[in-house]
């Protein structure tokens, strides 16, 4: 009986702390602007916060289908975790940056990562509101390095013209076209103009693009830490379970 008191009431309370933190990592995902996995990871967090509370009602009062039923969207949970985590990897599994000699920042091209993520950022509904959202939090007004190193993937391409184009620096967010500038198709999307820079061009599309794949092998990496855990949460409370029937609930507490 004390095996299993303490597996149920251990499993419980550790599932619902442990569901603030994935609700955590859900808000600090919407603070980014691409978007994706922000809502689903507050929606996993919040149906394991309610589930968490119906496990603890049931095994504090005494109502054994609640905590069955809590075991039961415990592994449902766990099978999407294990979904997702899989999607996040395969999504990400390519990509990498080019170094550019001098500079603190690489170059990325969107044509490296998976299908699914080009599509994505190449959706025109979808970047209007990624644009929108980048504008909006001034990822360019803390530029003010001359030399231009050590710019975020995001600076390097939404705050500044192309390497191809051979603008001439002026300032930060100021370029002036020379005689020798690209016919690059980003070139001609450059403007000075604080609201449009290069939030139109294809190298922003690039940077975000590796800046959603940073955000997802973080999330990938909690997730793995995730289905850890539920699944030691799961066996702990399997075992509580085990041999128990209704009649032991009453005993519990007299």
Wanted: charged fraction near 15%; aromatic fraction near 12%.
């Amino acid at each position: 009986m004390v095996r299993f008191s303490f597996a149920i009431a251990a499993s419980t309370i550790y599932t619902f702390m442990f569901s603030a933190l994935i609700f955590h990592t859900g808000l600090w995902l919407s603070s980014e602007c691409e978007g994706f996995l922000d809502k689903t990871v507050i929606a996993l967090g919040a149906i394991l916060t309610i589930i968490s509370i119906a496990g603890i009602i049931g095994f504090r009062c005494g109502v054994p289908w609640l905590v069955r039923m809590y075991l039961v969207v415990t592994f449902v949970l766990i099978v999407l975790l294990v979904c997702l985590t899989i999607f996040t990897f395969a999504v990400t599994n390519k990509g990498f940056g080019e170094s550019l000699s001098g500079r603190g920042y690489k170059e990325y091209k969107l044509g490296d990562y998976g299908n699914w993520l080009q599509n994505r950022v190449n959706n025109n509904e979808n970047w209007r509101k990624i644009s929108s959202c980048l504008q909006d939090k001034e990822v360019c007004k803390s530029i003010t390095n001359a030399e231009l190193l050590g710019l975020t993937p995001i600076q390097s391409g939404c705050c500044k013209p192309s390497e191809l184009c051979n603008f001439r620096y002026v300032s930060p967010g100021n370029w002036t076209k020379t005689a020798e500038a690209s016919s690059d198709t980003d070139c001609a999307f450059w403007d000075n103009d604080p609201s449009i820079l290069c939030f139109n061009c294809q190298s922003c599309k690039d940077k975000l693009s590796e800046n959603m794949k940073t955000d997802w092998i973080v999330v990938s990496i909690f997730n793995v830490l995730s289905i850890v855990f539920l699944i030691v949460v799961y066996c702990l409370l399997c075992l509580g379970m085990t041999g128990a029937d209704d009649d032991s609930w009453s005993k519990i507490y007299p």
